[in-house]
């Protein structure tokens, strides 16, 4: 088998020559094993009508794997030489030849180098459309951050407003005022729990008394 991956060729058929020739020689082989059971059971039959004879049948298999080895030998060299030729003669594209999609390349040469700082320009590119990708990313995350903490400030404005109007409602209008009203009434209701709480233990203690 030849070991050139004749990839130019492999891109022209759709599949390498080396695999075709294999399977050629690999249908070829069955055949010939397929050949010689016909053989010896042509053979077998044969001696049936022969009573006397004294051949065995596993004289018989020995015989013909004897053969087959033979024929396998021979085989292999005839298709060996036959592999060469249609390689090189069939099988290959000559290096001069030019497939019609690759034109383009006929049209357009590069160098060696010209392909590697191609190649390194790709390279730089991919760079920075993944840093691109990942700064837009941080401004994603950092303008949901944005929208909860504007949403947290709507909240505190809506509270602001629902403060501001209850303020208006008590005759204060001044935020000063109003906060300074919201300060003593919130003064007055610690004082009424506090007195609330101390009036309930000694109810409780009255009972316990009792």
Not at 5 to 23: N, V
Not at 47 to 59: A, M, N, T, V
Not at 130 to 147: I, N, P, V, W
Not at 177 to 201: G, H, I, M, R, Y
Request: hydrophobic share 40%; with cysteine; charged share 30%.
């Amino acid at each position: 088998m030849s070991v050139d991956p004749m990839a130019y060729e492999a891109q022209f058929f759709g599949f390498t020559p080396q695999t075709c020739m294999l399977r050629v020689y690999i249908a070829f082989q069955d055949y010939l094993f397929e050949m010689m059971l016909v053989v010896e059971s042509v053979i077998l039959k044969k001696l049936d009508g022969f009573p006397d004879c004294k051949i065995s049948p596993f004289q018989i298999r020995k015989s013909t794997e004897k053969f087959l080895l033979f024929l396998k030998e021979h085989f292999d060299k005839l298709f060996s030489k036959m592999e060469e030729v249609l390689l090189q003669l069939v099988l290959n594209i000559p290096k001069n030849v030019l497939l019609p999609e690759d034109k383009v390349h006929e049209q357009y040469p590069y160098t060696k180098e010209q392909f590697q700082a191609l190649q390194d320009e790709i390279h730089q590119l991919q760079q920075q459309y993944r840093a691109e990708a990942s700064a837009g990313q941080a401004l994603r995350a950092e303008l949901e951050e944005q929208k909860a903490v504007r949403a947290e400030l709507e909240k505190i404005l809506q509270w602001f407003d629902g403060l501001d109007n209850i303020c208006r409602e008590h005759g204060t209008s001044n935020f000063k005022e109003s906060f300074a009203f919201l300060t003593q009434n919130s003064k007055k209701l610690q004082d009424v729990l506090k007195d609330v709480e101390e009036k309930s233990k000694k109810i409780k203690k009255h009972d316990r008394l009792l």
